[in-house]
């Protein structure tokens, strides 16, 4: 009986009216919570009377300037306050909660990222407005775990056991630099021209025992690779593509992830041949994820944007040197 007579109580609480008093009380201000909850000075006059009414006791001590709730007001603005607090951190937990769900957090290398995903990710904007995606770069070396993201891009031959695997590109690899090189002093005439050159080298190194590197490159094509005059190596795919760009030596490029630069011509293939590289990338998550209907959307537009990739430009001839 008693319980039913709570609920009640807290059933018709005038809601309106405590939240105008305690915001009175906070200010000490009856101006100050009328532009605070947007409302005339005379409306929150009136809430709070009603308030005092339905209590039979007064809560302020009104002033000219200022208005202090006496000892039963300062209670109870404190148990508003504690209450409306309690109220806000549930609603903005829900608030994060349907964020949540609408965020796809995705987790692949930092080179693929900048290069290839972030460019692409305007179009995925467009389609699913309703939906965010989140990126979270590491390394990729120690596998996927579900609880880092919804979905990982892994560089790599697709072992990952305990999740669902499915082959979004493969690549092939090959020399490319930058137009300036062909040229320069000394144009990329031929694979041996390659000695006057900075080789540029990916120190990224899944686990495999064939890394798609130059000597992989040159192995594949029954070449002769030349000590290059100087090797410059980095641990991330997009600052070698960068170095390259910039002219600072000859890289060995990855199809996907320079592909863009070469239709944009800031890379250019001095070379016909390329490899066909033992490593690709691929989709990995959670079986549970296959139930998702943001990821499924997700996978369906990743899987077209590697589907489209354009073909793969001629190589160039650089001219002859000009003495």
């Not at 995606?133 to 891009?153: K, L, N, P």
């Not at 690549?171 to 021209?193: T, Y």
């Not at 080789?199 to 070449?223: C, G, I, M």
Request: charged residues 20%; proline residues 7%.
């Amino acid at each position: 009986m008693n319980s039913i007579s709570l609920t009640n109580m807290i059933l018709n609480l005038p809601f309106t009216s405590l939240r105008a008093f305690e915001a009175v009380a906070r200010h000490a201000s009856f101006s100050g919570a009328a532009d605070e909850l947007g409302v005339s000075q005379s409306a929150v006059s009136q809430h709070v009377k009603s308030l005092e009414d339905w209590l039979g006791h007064a809560l302020l001590t009104r002033g000219a300037r200022r208005s202090q709730p006496n000892r039963d007001g300062a209670r109870l603005a404190q148990a508003i306050a504690e209450g409306l607090g309690r109220i806000s951190d549930v609603c903005e937990d829900i608030r994060d909660k349907r964020r949540a769900d609408n965020t796809i957090v995705i987790s692949c290398l930092p080179g693929f990222a900048f290069v290839w995903l972030f460019p692409r990710l305007m179009n995925f904007d467009l389609m699913h407005p309703d939906l965010s995606i989140s990126i979270t770069t590491d390394s990729g070396t120690g596998g996927f775990a579900e609880g880092q993201a919804d979905i990982g891009i892994r560089y790599g031959t697709g072992h990952n056991p305990g999740f669902v695997v499915e082959k979004l590109m493969q690549e092939d690899v090959f020399p490319v630099c930058s137009p300036a090189l062909l040229r320069g002093p000394h144009p990329l005439n031929d694979v041996a021209d390659l000695v006057w050159h900075t080789q540029l080298r990916d120190e990224y190194a899944p686990y495999t025992t064939t890394p798609p590197n130059w000597e992989y490159w040159a192995r594949e094509n029954r070449l002769s690779l030349p000590t290059p005059a100087r090797t410059r190596r980095f641990g991330q795919s997009n600052l070698v593509i960068q170095a390259a760009i910039q002219g600072i030596g000859v890289a060995l490029g990855r199809g996907p992830l320079v592909m863009d630069a070469l239709h944009g011509g800031r890379l250019v293939r001095p070379f016909s041949q390329t490899a066909r590289s033992p490593l690709a990338y691929w989709l990995v998550y959670g079986e549970a994820q296959k139930k998702s209907d943001k990821i499924a959307r997700f996978i369906n537009w990743i899987k077209r944007e590697a589907a489209q990739q354009p073909p793969l430009p001629a190589s160039l001839k650089s001219k002859p040197r000009q003495d």
